[in-house]
């Protein structure tokens, strides 16, 4: 007898269907599995036998062929156990075909008979949907992922009993027996935005520059360095960031948190990620781990921190190689690891947050601490290539704290939650400009972008044409100070770009102990 089971795959952070046929005839008995799998994929079928022994249900001793198709994709990283088993069940008339029509099934077995979570269940169901599925049965514990999905029934199931149980009894019982999945997202979302921000900006005393800074880059998406002496908070204004930038979108955070479904990462009882990602990985982290790679390929911190904020600490200290490698997801906001499976994309829309000594003992220009000679000071800054730098579109001084504002009163620094709501305006108009062209951040803007949104007046022109030739700056250095200058006419509500803010936007450009190291 011959079934068909349809299930889901991952590749990248989207998701096929697959198709699980099974044939049991008669013949020596044997278990063969067909259709460009590999050797882990493969093991579904030794533990189905199990399960399904363990649950009661001992298969026949006949010949059964199991074939994935389409046949031409490799699967790799895959989990079929569930759809394996179903496909047996309705060989054996233990379960209809005709109730699976248009089901998609997904979910790894236990060797007693539980159904356990898989990764990816969200883009899974989002293509489910999207090809005209209308049931999907998943474990219990990915139930609330799926339900995220407008649009289509998600069921749950504890174990192979419960899903026969389900599926046998009449239409009208089934949704008594395993009621569909819920989630009010509108009520995730109210909840969130009640809980105040992990660290809060008030905590930071004095750095007023660095401040300023930090609600630029939020309000445009930008990315910036810090550079200053070790305990001047460079790290502590970094863990601020979150708190001050505006809140995930609803679509926003269905993409950041598909990143996190196929990395399994999201935990029980958090169908979505709704709080702008914060990854600070320490310096001796793999290439793979950063960008992302494996043998099944998998999302790095760059594609982890989608949305939000990647902090490297110690900048220097991070592989020159390893750096260079961000050079090309910052400018086309996605990255492509190459297979002989075939080519898997991840998204890396992120800010990047350096932070770094300005040099190897941390204490220059003060020559009454710093003993470091002037190569050696080169050398530690050298390892922060040119074309990454410029790619920088704050880069600031983060300086000793004064004793004034150790000592100063509590409240007299603004919370994040008063940066937060100008951050916000500051987003409403570029959301307003935006409108139906694609971009969300003025950092999103190329080239052409800028001639349409950046109009600048012969003065402008002429401040910015100055600027150019007496810092002999390259093109993008030039555009991105653009960028930054919009951003500062939107904090203030300009409807143009203003003299002042092009030149503020230029005080954020490369410092002179930055330039010391080229």
């Known amino acids: 007898m011959y079934s068909r089971v349809m299930t889901g795959a991952v590749h990248g952070v989207g998701s096929y269907l697959l198709r699980v046929e099974t044939n049991i005839s008669n013949g020596l008995p044997a278990f063969h599995m067909v259709g460009f799998m590999s050797s882990e994929v493969r093991e579904a079928g030794e533990r189905v036998r199990v399960a399904l022994k363990n649950t009661g249900i001992p298969l026949p001793a006949s010949r059964i062929t199991v074939n994935l198709a389409p046949a031409d994709i490799p699967k790799r990283g895959i989990v079929i156990?569930?759809?394996?088993?179903?496909?047996?069940?309705?060989?054996?008339?233990?379960?209809?075909?005709?109730?699976?029509?248009?089901?998609?099934?997904?979910?790894?077995?236990?060797?007693?008979?539980?159904?356990?979570?898989?990764?990816?269940?969200?883009?899974?169901?989002?293509?489910?949907?999207?090809?005209?599925?209308?049931?999907?049965?998943?474990?219990?514990?990915?139930?609330?992922?799926?339900?995220?999905?407008?649009?289509?029934?998600?069921?749950?199931?504890?174990?192979?009993?419960?899903?026969?149980?389900?599926?046998?009894?009449s239409p009208r019982k089934r949704d008594r027996l395993l009621p569909p999945g819920k989630v009010d997202i509108e009520a995730l979302f109210q909840k969130e935005a009640a809980l105040p921000a992990e660290?809060?900006?008030?905590?930071?005393?004095?750095?007023?520059?660095?401040?300023?800074?930090?609600?630029?880059?939020?309000?445009?998406?930008?990315?910036?360095?810090?550079?200053?002496p070790p305990g001047t908070g460079k790290s502590m204004l970094?863990?601020?960031?979150?708190?001050?930038?505006?809140?995930?979108?609803?679509?926003?955070?269905?993409?950041?948190?598909?990143?996190?479904?196929?990395?399994?990462?999201?935990?029980?009882?958090?169908?979505?990620?709704?709080?702008?990602?914060?990854?600070?990985?320490?310096?001796?982290?793999?290439?793979?781990?950063?960008?992302g790679g494996g043998m099944v390929p998998s999302p790095g911190q760059i594609s982890l921190a989608h949305r939000g904020v990647l902090f490297l600490d110690e900048l220097p200290e991070f592989g020159r190689e390893q750096l260079?490698?961000?050079?090309?997801?910052?400018?086309?906001?996605?990255?492509?690891?190459?297979?002989?499976?075939?080519?898997?994309?991840?998204?890396?829309?992120?800010?990047?947050?350096?932070?770094?000594?300005?040099?190897?003992?941390?204490?220059?220009?003060?020559?009454?601490?710093?003993?470091?000679?002037?190569?050696?000071?080169?050398?530690?800054?050298?390892?922060?290539?040119?074309?990454?730098?410029?790619?920088?579109?704050?880069?600031?001084?983060?300086?000793?704290?004064?004793?004034?504002?150790?000592?100063?009163?509590?409240?007299?620094?603004?919370?994040?939650?008063?940066?937060?709501?100008?951050?916000?305006?500051?987003c409403e108009r570029q959301r307003c400009r935006f409108r139906d062209s694609g971009l969300r951040f003025n950092s999103d803007m190329r080239a052409a972008d800028l001639e349409k949104y950046c109009p600048l007046g012969e003065k402008e022109k002429g401040c910015l044409r100055d600027l150019f030739e007496s810092d002999a700056m390259s093109v993008r250095a030039y555009h991105r100070i653009i960028r930054v200058a919009r951003t500062i006419a939107d904090l203030e509500g300009a409807d143009r770009i203003r003299e002042d803010h092009i030149y503020l936007a230029y005080t954020y450009r490369q410092g002179e102990l930055l330039q010391f190291g080229r």
Request: hydrophobic residues 40%; glycine residues 8%.
């Open 199 to 228: 660290v809060d900006l008030a905590d930071v005393r004095g750095q007023a520059v660095a401040k300023k800074a930090m609600e630029i880059a939020a309000a445009g998406f930008h990315n910036m360095l810090m550079m200053g």
């Open 238 to 291: 970094a863990k601020c960031m979150p708190g001050i930038m505006p809140p995930l979108t609803f679509e926003e955070s269905m993409e950041v948190s598909a990143v996190y479904s196929v990395a399994g990462l999201l935990g029980q009882g958090e169908p979505l990620v709704l709080r702008r990602p914060f990854l600070a990985p320490h310096h001796s982290i793999t290439r793979a781990a950063l960008v």
């Open 324 to 426: 260079d490698l961000l050079r090309q997801p910052l400018e086309d906001h996605e990255v492509t690891i190459v297979r002989q499976s075939g080519s898997y994309r991840y998204p890396s829309r992120f800010i990047l947050l350096g932070a770094c000594n300005p040099c190897p003992c941390g204490h220059y220009p003060d020559r009454n601490r710093c003993r470091c000679k002037p190569w050696e000071i080169r050398r530690y800054l050298g390892r922060i290539s040119g074309p990454l730098l410029d790619r920088m579109d704050l880069s600031i001084t983060v300086p000793r704290a004064r004793i004034e504002d150790l000592q100063s009163s509590a409240g007299k620094e603004e919370d994040s939650s008063t940066v937060r709501s100008r951050v916000m305006e500051a």
């Open 81 to 169: 156990d569930l759809p394996v088993a179903v496909g047996e069940l309705i060989c054996m008339e233990m379960l209809r075909q005709e109730d699976f029509e248009d089901v998609l099934v997904a979910g790894e077995l236990g060797l007693n008979g539980e159904i356990r979570p898989v990764r990816g269940v969200l883009p899974i169901v989002q293509t489910a949907k999207s090809s005209g599925i209308r049931l999907c049965i998943l474990p219990t514990d990915n139930l609330e992922e799926g339900a995220v999905v407008d649009g289509i029934k998600v069921v749950g199931v504890r174990s192979l009993n419960e899903l026969i149980m389900y599926m046998t009894a």
